[in-house]
């Protein structure tokens, strides 16, 4: 995904002192964290955790943001060291590991199934699946949403290669989908809501329901969208304690969020933190459902993303989710958690 940004900064080791934070031998081997940061509400657990003091708490002592442009650069960050946890949509880290980069999933962070939207211009008059050939559809090349409209044409039997498809940023989506420059787009929140708020469109489809006339209403998931928390392999092997600590504080931030008697404050930090308006934020808040179990969904999400990269000839030699999937952290922080076991060791 091409939306990140990065909490970066110097790896140090720490020293023996205990800085309030429990015995020596029980802290992290780094003392600085570098988080991978994006713009979306997937990164309110991060942003909890940093806001109440439990990556302090934990033994990390700074972070600090950097923007990327591209989420492929955030990846890059990864795999050279400069940053210790990614949070992206599985599609790029799967496309990464196949291709030779070693990372592996610690977590699964946040369900998004619903979070990826079809909208089109009402003057385009789009009223079933046919309709999506004749329009032009802003897309990101590269993205889960790719994999959503690739879905999408096999549920409906369509001819992908008929889609008039322009490879767009989100941003630029919106620019064009209100110039008319496109008729559609397809894209994850808050551009869809924006792009609903602000132009005279209509919603089509998301990740599980149909708004085509014939099948209004209809359940139909055709995206498998869920932000994963990915950790270069070489970082791991290195620093044991760290990792554990990282997965505890994020799974603590998880569960502050996943409270619904939590969710007015946590909507303020994350939209303080982010300088983005509460009340967006607030109408789009239950596209995310953060859920850290490792579980049958998370294998069929991940396994089905690899099939649609496998089909479009950017991965070979598929190798099975659970054999770059690292579960022993999330076990020792709760075992019920862990209903399917990586298999991968440092």
Request: hydrophobic fraction near 45%; glycine fraction near 8%; include cysteine.
């Amino acid at each position: 995904m091409s939306r990140w940004v990065v909490v970066a900064c110097a790896v140090a080791v720490l020293s023996g002192m205990t800085g309030g934070v429990g015995p020596a031998e029980a802290q992290p081997e780094v003392k600085e964290l570098a988080l991978g940061f994006g713009i979306d509400p997937p990164f309110a657990p991060h942003i909890v955790a940093i806001q109440k003091g439990w990556f302090k708490e934990a033994g990390f002592t700074e972070v600090a943001t950097k923007t990327f442009t591209a989420g492929v650069l955030a990846g890059e960050a990864l795999a050279a060291g400069q940053i210790h946890l990614w949070t992206p949509g599985q599609l790029p880290p799967i496309s990464m590991f196949h291709n030779g980069i070693p990372v592996v999933v610690l977590g699964t962070n946040c369900v998004n199934w619903g979070l990826e939207k079809l909208v089109a211009r009402k003057d385009a008059n789009v009223q079933s699946p046919q309709d999506l050939y004749r329009i032009r559809i802003g897309i990101l090349q590269g993205s889960t949403s790719n994999a959503m409209l690739h879905h999408m044409a096999r549920h409906y039997g369509l001819d992908e290669k008929r889609f008039q498809v322009v490879n767009l940023p989100p941003p630029e989506q919106l620019a064009s989908l209100t110039s008319g420059q496109v008729q559609a787009m397809l894209v994850w929140e808050p551009w869809a809501y924006r792009a609903l708020k602000g132009v005279e469109s209509q919603l089509i489809h998301t990740g599980t329901t149909s708004h085509f006339a014939a099948n209004r209403g209809e359940r139909v998931k055709v995206s498998d969208n869920r932000s994963i928390y990915v950790a270069s392999q070489a970082f791991v092997r290195k620093n044991p304690k760290a990792t554990r600590a990282i997965v505890q504080v994020l799974l603590r931030a998880q569960r502050y969020v996943a409270d619904p008697g939590n969710r007015d404050e946590v909507i303020r930090l994350f939209a303080e933190f982010q300088k983005q308006d509460v009340e967006t934020n607030r109408a789009i808040w239950d596209n995310f459902v953060f859920n850290p179990a490792f579980d049958e969904a998370y294998v069929a999400d991940m396994e089905r993303t690899a099939a649609f990269l496998e089909g479009a000839g950017r991965i070979k030699s598929r190798t099975h989710v659970l054999d770059y999937t690292y579960t022993d952290p999330l076990a020792e922080a709760d075992a019920a958690l862990v209903q399917v076991k990586g298999r991968w060791k440092p």
